[in-house]
């Protein structure tokens, strides 16, 4: 993205969130609320965190860092039988579900490939290459 000129990641594209700083905000947002919610923290205030906070790549960088933190932090204090703990979600409509932990991990990491895919979809439409994104390059990344 820091190679992109800022007019473009602020662009409307028609997509889930309008443009790519929204939709990466959008990402880091849910998976910010679902790890603070599996701490039992409040997630009130990062939803009511306006996109246009971030404005520009740095303050994103500075975001995604603060993200994966916490979750690299609660990922290392979770043990297997944790993942089968089931909690209830409210969900907007105000209705509980019942989930366990494993399903809601499982649905940030799907949730984030959506959006990484939609991004991805706006990079090649827009005729900009996408960074190469494999999960087993970043392990290597961060590994060494």
Not at 20 to 27: A, L, Q
Not at 89 to 107: A, Y
């Amino acid at each position: 993205m820091a190679e992109i000129p800022w007019e473009t990641i602020i662009e409307s594209h028609g997509a889930s969130f309008d443009c790519i700083r929204n939709i990466f905000i959008h990402s880091l947002q849910a998976e910010q609320s679902w790890i603070r919610f599996l701490c039992g923290k409040s997630t009130k205030e990062i939803w009511e965190i306006p996109f246009t906070k971030f404005a520009d790549v740095n303050a994103i960088r500075e975001y995604a860092d603060e993200v994966e933190d916490e979750t690299n932090e609660y990922l290392k204090t979770l043990q297997q039988k944790t993942l089968e703990t089931t909690l209830n979600v409210k969900r907007r409509d105000g209705s509980i579900e019942q989930h366990t932990v494993e399903d809601i991990l499982i649905h940030v990491a799907e949730e984030e490939i959506h959006h990484r895919g939609e991004l991805l979809c706006i990079y090649w439409q827009l005729d900009i290459r996408p960074p190469y994104t494999s999960y087993m390059a970043y392990k290597r990344q961060i590994l060494s």
